[in-house]
């Protein structure tokens, strides 16, 4: 089970920090990606941790600005997000299996995913 929290309200520049919590499995054997639905769209990767050889992608739209990181001790997986954007705002999941390579970006890669967080950005 995957579980996101961290979402909320904050201005535009502002920063906020999404956490998923898994259970029932060992996240560190597993790749972990982050997405986001913007209402009427559909689900976007924005960023992805890859397992063995550990590596990190981001969608260009956050490169630079979003940084993925797992706590392996904790069995936890985070988002840490910055200078933030209205366009940011959307419902934020993480996603947890087998992946390799830049596919780790692609939601159809991903069987488990958690319920989501809302943020909301405002100008």
């Known amino acids: 089970q995957l579980v996101e929290s961290g979402g909320g309200l904050v201005q535009s520049g502002g920063s906020l920090t999404l956490s998923c919590a898994a259970s029932?499995?060992?996240?560190?054997?597993?790749?972990v990606g982050w997405f986001r639905q913007a209402p009427g769209k559909g689900r976007v990767g924005i960023s992805c941790?890859?397992?063995?050889?550990?590596?990190?992608n981001y969608a260009d739209s956050v490169k630079g600005r979003f940084i993925i990181s797992r706590d392996n001790a904790k069995n936890m997986a985070y988002l840490t997000m910055n200078d933030l954007r209205p366009e940011d705002t959307a419902t934020y999941y993480c996603?947890?299996?087998?992946?390799?390579?830049?596919?780790?970006?692609?939601?159809?890669?991903?069987?488990?995913w958690g319920q989501g967080t809302q943020v909301n950005v405002s100008s």
């Open positions: 996603a947890s299996d087998t992946v390799y390579g830049d596919g780790c970006l692609e939601p159809g890669e991903y069987d488990s």
């Open positions: 029932g499995f060992v996240l560190d054997d597993y790749a």
């Open positions: 941790i890859n397992t063995w050889p550990e590596s990190t």
